[in-house]
């Protein structure tokens, strides 16, 4: 009987081993609600960014003065992040939209726990900001 649990104790050592080495490393996620970096007015903006079809996308939520008071702008309720898949690593790439420059650029994302720098290029003009998950 002692040989037997002895045993066992082994493939059970041995298959959660296995499934350790096999799980993927599971990369920092970037779906959530985001706190954006403040823009030239020094607005900042609540944005989720929740799964669209195979993909993810963003929308603007709410958006903030500098005091910290609701704003209305143009920009709350218009989706301004699209088509965001991963590449591997906490990277991620897609679309987004620049308002400041009414232009629509190739955005890349990097999430590292609770920080994502969101940044995108107009020719060779290019801006990256630090959001922080809110959750």
């Known amino acids: 009987m002692a040989d037997f649990i002895t045993r066992l104790r082994a493939v059970t050592v041995s298959g959660l081993f296995l499934t350790v080495l096999a799980s993927p490393v599971m990369a920092d996620k970037a779906e959530g609600l985001w706190l954006t970096g ?32 609701d704003v209305i702008t143009q920009n709350v309720g218009k ?7 991963p590449t591997g690593g906490g990277d991620y790439s897609g ?19 609770n920080k994502m720098t969101v ?5 060779k003009l290019c801006q990256s900001q630090v959001w922080t998950r809110l959750k």
């Open 38 to 69: 403040p823009d030239k007015k020094g607005q900042v903006g609540h944005v989720k960014l929740a799964p669209c079809g195979a993909s993810l996308c963003g929308t603007v939520i709410k958006a903030f003065d500098k005091s910290g008071k």
């Open 79 to 85: 989706r301004v992040i699209w088509d965001v898949k």
């Open 119 to 123: 940044k995108g290029c107009v020719k």
């Open 95 to 113: 679309r987004m939209l620049v308002s400041q420059l009414k232009a629509t650029v190739d955005g890349v994302f990097h999430v590292a726990g």
